[in-house]
DNA sequence: TGCGGCGCTGCATACGTAGTCATGGCATAG
DNA sequence: CTATGCCATGACTACGTATGCAGCGCCGCA
């Protein structure tokens, strides 16, 4: 491979003079100038950032954990993301904590010399995190935060978003509702919960425990969850998956039980992935403004790369009720809504 | 940040002596080791693989170039293929060609010298692939091919997977058969195109130039696409999309209009992806041996790397009809199957 | 006891670039 | 005409690691 220097000799310069070049340096002559970049795409040379990050001991190259990239969702977070860091001149490093442990993933990173990491599936206990921040490694946590750890942060309002979805199926009258949680470990999960639980308690809804099941964020466990909460008597007359490929599952376990949605069941999802709007599911859900978040986590990464000791900052953005067509009161709905409401509800209230 | 100098310094012992600890050099003794990697672990210590990088020439990095990274052929593609860079200590460099050209994309990836690159959706006339090959840069193409171009090369048999579709739709008595093509400059839409067109013609059955509609693998505009086809009069019985995610847009078209599939329309797709087999599209389509696929590619780079003098490699993976729901004999099928069986098919067998 | 050999360690250097400091040329001001 | 200063350029060095080569001590064999 050539190197500056090769340029250099053939130019008849030095090699400051073709690192001048390469870097926009205002005081080379434009002859100069010319006479370099002639020889350089004469002969195909490539700068070698390797040998650049020695020197400056910057990459260009952002690592972004992953945790599924199987999951709709993290593609769509990959691109913005992605197109975000271009903006800045970045590059993505991107690793699927699916394959290997996260801990291993960030020290590879960190390895690399990677300017910063952005984590966009942090569990609540994640030591990586714990330590990274510690350490002052710039690193952003994208869509989950680390309990306990001070660092720069965006999420959605994931405890809004679970409360509309909450009223909403209260307002349609269900009273029976089932909940798909995700990783029990992930502050989007919690939070979610913690969310749509606090509703239902404020109306003087109960939600039994039998019909809260783990779903793990993962489709097939959410399918096979579904089914068991199908066969139950009485089934719930809405389910609420805590994101929307685990609805994707609900809804297509209820095909395979012929179960009606909405008129036999209602489901609810989490995210908005670009397939909820499909004709197939037009699922009602809760929309997360993907962009901006992306966005704002790269602008909070680049921030802090340029100043380490400006304090962590958190920003929550937020949600939206998308109501589509898996969502409708529930079967004989009308009488039992009227007799909830003369009884427990008004009672409650 | 903490050098191995530092951590030799603090060891009383060389920095060659780190740098041989790291690197499990066989010749040093159990008692020097373990109180180096002692020093380590109280610090904290990581190696600058930069530096390394910049003194072995080589990265661990290989980039990997994706066109759409929102169709969810290419996460499948990209897990399988990180799990098995995985396996060889690499790791992925991912590109999306959707934010910037190719060409910024692969000559940003050799400024960060990475080890290879793997072009997962290069274009039949991509200059990009054609002079990276030319410099004897390890590369491999997974997927798609490119015209012309003396390279390592893996992938699926796809005439082979048309044919098998021309047939069973012909097989199932369908003549008014709609094409939806992908982008037209790649290797996998023309080369499926090619291998349904020649069974068609084979047997006599003509392909109406005005059903055969590009999709560019798009799904919008495939969508888009297939309402124009159902508002044909007739409209076609069965409409061939040459990707699962153009089908998945021409099963929501369906949906959307009201047409019946399979009653009306018949649909087929080819990739197999995951969601293929839900409930929700139960689409017969083509199987693509993903797995095998990503894993022979990185094996072909690996070699290449460590062998840069081998003739180039092709592989192509055997491809399978994959029947499911959304297939079946047009309506009327029974009558005019036969006349067209006992003139058309006859005449041109 | 002497010498060769082996096992362990350290010294010095190279990798390709960016940046610091020095140099020489030229113009402008005194 | 000289002094000052700026501009364009170049020599030199550092970045952190790996590696070739040298050194040193110890063991075994003659």
Redesign the interface.
Known sequence: ?LTSSDIAREAGVSQTTVSRVLNDDPRVTKETRQRVIDVIDRH?Y??????R??VT?R?S?VGVLISD??N?F???L??AI??QL?AYGL??????T???PEEVHA??L????VDGIVFTSALLDSQTVA?LAA?RFPIVLANRYVDGVECDTVTTDNGGGAKAVAEHLLELGHERIAVVTGNEKSSTSRDRYAGFVAVLEEAGVGLDPTLVRTGDYDYERAHATTVELLELTPPPTAIFCLNDVMA?AT???C??LRVGVPEEVSVVGFDDI??SS????ELTTVRQPLGELARTAVDLLAERVAAPDVPPRSLVFPSRLIRRKTTAPPRRAIRRRTVAQADGRRANG
Do not use: K, W
Request: no cysteine.
């Open positions: 491979m195909g490539t700068p070698n950032a390797i040998a990050g020695l001991s990459t190259l990239i199987m709709p993290y593609p769509e990959l691109e992605g197109s271009a590059r993505m490093l991107v690793a699927d699916a394959s290997q020290r590879l960190v390895e690399h010399r330590s350490r994707f809804l297509n376990a095909r395979r670009r397939a499909y004709e197939a599911y």
